[in-house]
């Protein structure tokens, strides 16, 4: 998993891709549900009990895959960008250590908040806000969805947002909290095009997005790591968005949203001609097709999560999560 910057060499890259993913590859499962009378009748998500014991089997099932380094143990209980990045580091690890992972840690989280949406249709979704024992200070985000009542709750995003930067939720006088549709006007962005927009930015730059690690700093970095002593760089980014890589937005009280949403990204690494390609890391090379001569695709993907100002502010980028999905050598 990479978190907030590209690495400078890739054993760097390696090491942040997949040995940090630790932190971020999440899953769960849910027994409740909610009935819900019709598809278009406004009701709650789940109910706060139900919501709490997701949470708790998520948690379980999620240390059981990590100290087994077996994928199976949640294959069923994440979906989306973190199954993908959930997926490939465990697939990872039991292949360098058949036996488990050897430096397991027990997950924990606590002090967690749930926000429910009151929604019409699917899919139903929520989202809980909780402090972890990795992870620094940072407040995990966990977006928890399902597409129908035989569906179990899954963990489609994880994000990890410093705690002053977690926004306050616009609620009824129940507490259930407002989605918002991803075609929404009145917005900086509409939440259903911001994974084209991010993409698009990295690529070409622009005034959507506001300055920070994960858009300015990030394109500077990739910028000055295109060409390295030995090795050159080449990006692709694109936009994910169709099924349960679509984004899920709150409203916030200042009438702004919160919105989650995926990309895919590339990095293709080529040796100069002559010279011998660099060695990955054994993380890296279990996830590698193909015989690594002159060239490296890997592949990433990334979860976001943006704050949406009201009007024509600019978007902010409070956490990405990206971990490497693949690789393959030619």
Known sequence: MIRDRDPRTLRTLGRRSLISASVTALSLTASGCVVVHGER??????TRAEAAKALQEFTAAYNEADKAYDASLDAEHTTGALADIDTARLEAGRKNNPGGNPNHSALKLTDAKFT????AGWPRWFVVDAAGNKGGTARWLLVFTRSS????????????VAPDKVPEFKKDADGWAESVPVNTPGLAAQPGDL???YTTYLKNGGAVFADGAHTSQWRALREKNTKRPGLVTQYIDEPLTNGDYGPLALRTTDGGALVFFTTRHYEKQTAYAGTEFPTPNKDVLALTKGEIKQSLTLEFVSNEVALDPKGQGKVTILGRIQGMTSAEGS
């Open 116 to 119: 429910i949406p009151k929604k």
């Open 195 to 197: 994974s084209q927009t």
């Open 149 to 160: 009542l035989d569906d179990p709750f899954q963990v489609a995003y994880l994000t990890l």
């Open 41 to 46: 009748e406004i009701l709650p998500s789940t």
